[in-house]
């Protein structure tokens, strides 16, 4: 669904090992979709005083120290909901209804918080448009 591009931004030639990394993915015949939205990770940057993206779209990270992979994770849990046609959606649900076991078989749940007051729980869940449009016709409320 995703091509993530991880570069070693210190590496002498990083230019020529990025080209050299498209042509591969260019030969190997690859959707153009997927070409397109390849995800550009420029690693190591806190080895390089004052770093700067040397693409525009790049993400700058440091694994080491955990810059910049709050952006990145975001960045790839958006383009894959956009690659798999789904959404991320917050749900309530009668907990004395069949909504909340439909959801876990039918979409990815993610989290579940329990209003115990009024038997309701809000449910967070990744699903795709047509399961959505099928829970919203089996429970319309």
């Given at each position: 669904d995703l091509i993530v591009h991880v570069r070693d931004i210190t590496h002498p030639e990083t230019i020529l090992q990025k080209a050299t990394v498209l042509s591969v993915l260019k030969n190997l015949n690859l959707p153009s979709h997927l070409l397109d939205s390849m995800v550009e990770v420029q690693n190591k940057v806190d080895l390089i005083e004052r770093y700067k993206p040397t693409e525009e779209s790049a993400l700058a990270v440091s694994a080491l120290h955990g810059h910049g992979l709050e952006e990145l994770k975001e960045e790839i849990e958006k383009k894959i909901l956009t690659a798999t046609g789904k959404k991320i959606l917050t749900v309530n649900v009668n907990l004395e209804g069949p909504q909340l076991s439909w959801l876990y078989k039918e979409a990815t749940?993610?989290?579940?918080?329990?209003?115990?007051?009024?038997?309701?729980?809000?449910?967070?869940?990744?699903?795709?448009?047509?399961?959505?449009?099928r829970y919203k016709n089996l429970f319309p409320n």
């Open positions: 749940v993610q989290e579940v918080e329990v209003m115990p007051e009024d038997g309701t729980a809000r449910v967070k869940v990744i699903i795709g448009n047509s399961a959505f449009g």
